[in-house]
């Protein structure tokens, strides 16, 4: 069975940037489920939260297909922002893989602030500033619910990746 990679931050703090160097890093067998590129395929702009539902359907139907691929490592791009929400929103899928990691991208304001002017999508400052101000780190029902977690703190990411 394949194994999952949940990845927790607010935009801007590098999780799309993590899932495109694990790719170009693992190879084929990694497979990149983004809400953001889910949103811009099903209505054409990455913030549209209009069809939501379907987006939402398509990013845990992708999930199931992927973790076939035994050598998968299935990636779920999303903000994950608080342990409630990363844990509920990965156990209906949750059976289907082998382990279930967490990657928390805990990085500085400024950072993020200026990632997120660099994105083709930027979120709107006062959303971000939302986002950041309720950005919950790693919980102690985490610990419980994933076999692993990374914290994400610095420009490195390479000894994470090599771990996975």
Not at 86 to 105: G, H, M, N
């Amino acid at each position: 069975m394949a194994k999952l990679v949940v990845l927790s931050g607010v935009p801007g703090s590098g999780k799309s940037y993590f899932s495109r160097k694990l790719r170009s890093t693992k190879g084929s067998h990694v497979y990149i489920i983004s809400s953001d590129a889910l949103r811009d395929a099903i209505m054409g702009n990455q913030q549209d939260l209009s069809n939501d539902t379907l987006m939402w359907k398509m990013y845990y139907e992708l999930a199931k297909v992927y973790s076939a691929d035994p050598d998968g490592l299935v990636v779920l791009d999303a903000t994950h922002t608080s342990a409630k929400y990363r844990i509920e929103s990965t156990k209906p899928i949750r059976e289907y893989f082998d382990s279930a990691t967490l990657v928390l991208f805990n990085r500085p304001y400024e950072v993020i602030k200026k990632q997120n002017l660099e994105r083709d999508w930027s979120v709107p400052q006062d959303v971000l500033d939302k986002l950041y101000e309720n950005f919950e780190m790693v919980t102690e029902k985490d610990k419980e619910f994933f076999d692993r977690i990374y914290v994400v703190e610095n420009e490195e990411v390479g000894a994470i990746i090599n771990a996975l």
